[in-house]
């Protein structure tokens, strides 16, 4: 296996469009688990650590973008206050040691379905920055990222720049089920934001089908039912966790059953929503 390890962006295109086949790797959260474990033998590791600029956020004509290696330490420190959901979401991954290496960009690389990052990305409405020597620049929504189980919209040549994001302009949350209270793997994840200047709500599923997926009939019936100026109502609430279940197309493996993810999504999408809504109504009182 060679070991590539480019010192600029440049370089980094030029490796990756010369060898499609090495795998990128920044923190190794993800991928060196799978080599120890026998699971991938890539042709080749394409070594992103000493590109400077993948680690650097910046404010750009009214949205963050966050490079590709900005650790979850990082964006929980520096960017909690306009990406909220995309905060909560980071403080529950792994360890510390973990939340020091790991990053969006190797979350969105690995694609998979358990990926704690992508339902905050998802409910934001974030746009995946990705890149190719010889393609340029494609800007690609979160909600067109995910392709299949571990599978995205990332062509063999093409490496991931940065996430974009528009500061929170309402209330966000995330709420993630687990085997144990901290680093595990999540049995399901949700994540809502409210848009109030659009009347709309964004939401997110993790783990819950083979991609990280909206709720688009939950997110449609709350465009149409919710009374801003008004309390969340109990029925308006039961009906957006029920279709935020249906929503998902779970399966049962060792950490739980596809009976009890949907269960869980239908609680956590009352809970996060709940959360919200009360976040929203406290900052317009006061």
Not at 37 to 51: G, N, Q, S, Y
Not at 108 to 115: D, H, I, T, W, Y
Not at 157 to 180: C, M, N, W
Not at 195 to 208: C, D, K, Q, Y
Request: proline share 7%; hydrophobic share 40%; net charge neutral.
């Amino acid at each position: 296996m060679e070991f590539l390890r480019p010192t600029t962006w440049d370089e980094a295109l030029a490796a990756k469009a010369d060898r499609p086949g090495a795998v990128p790797i920044q923190g190794g959260t993800d991928v060196m688990v799978e080599i120890n474990f026998d699971v991938r033998r890539p042709e080749a590791l394409l070594d992103l650590t000493r590109v400077p600029e993948l680690r650097t956020w910046s404010l750009e004509d009214g949205r963050y973008r966050v490079g590709a290696a900005v650790p979850y330490t990082t964006i929980i420190e520096e960017l909690g206050g306009p990406l909220p959901g995309l905060a909560q979401a980071s403080r529950t991954v792994g360890s510390p040691q973990i939340r020091n290496r790991g990053s969006v960009g190797g979350n969105l690389g690995a694609a998979s379905p358990a990926g704690d990052s992508h339902p905050p990305l998802l409910a934001a409405g974030a746009v995946i920055e990705v890149e190719s020597r010889d393609g340029g620049v494609r800007m690609i929504p979160a909600h067109e990222f995910y392709l299949g189980v571990k599978r995205s919209a990332l062509r063999p040549d093409e490496l991931i720049r940065a996430v974009h994001l528009e500061p929170a302009t309402g209330p966000q949350y995330f709420s993630k089920v687990g085997t144990r209270n901290a680093m595990v793997i999540a049995v399901c994840s949700f994540a809502v934001a409210l848009h109030p200047g659009e009347g709309r709500v964004g939401t997110g599923l993790g783990s819950a089908a083979p991609t990280p997926r909206r709720a688009l009939e939950a997110e449609e019936f709350l465009r149409r039912e919710l009374d801003w100026n008004a309390r969340l109502d109990p029925a308006v609430l039961k009906r957006f966790g029920e279709l935020c279940a249906q929503a998902a197309s779970p399966i049962d493996d060792v950490r739980g059953t596809a009976d009890y993810r949907r269960h869980a999504i239908a609680v956590m999408a009352r809970r996060t929503l709940t959360w919200a809504w009360n976040d929203y109504r406290g900052r317009r009182a006061a």
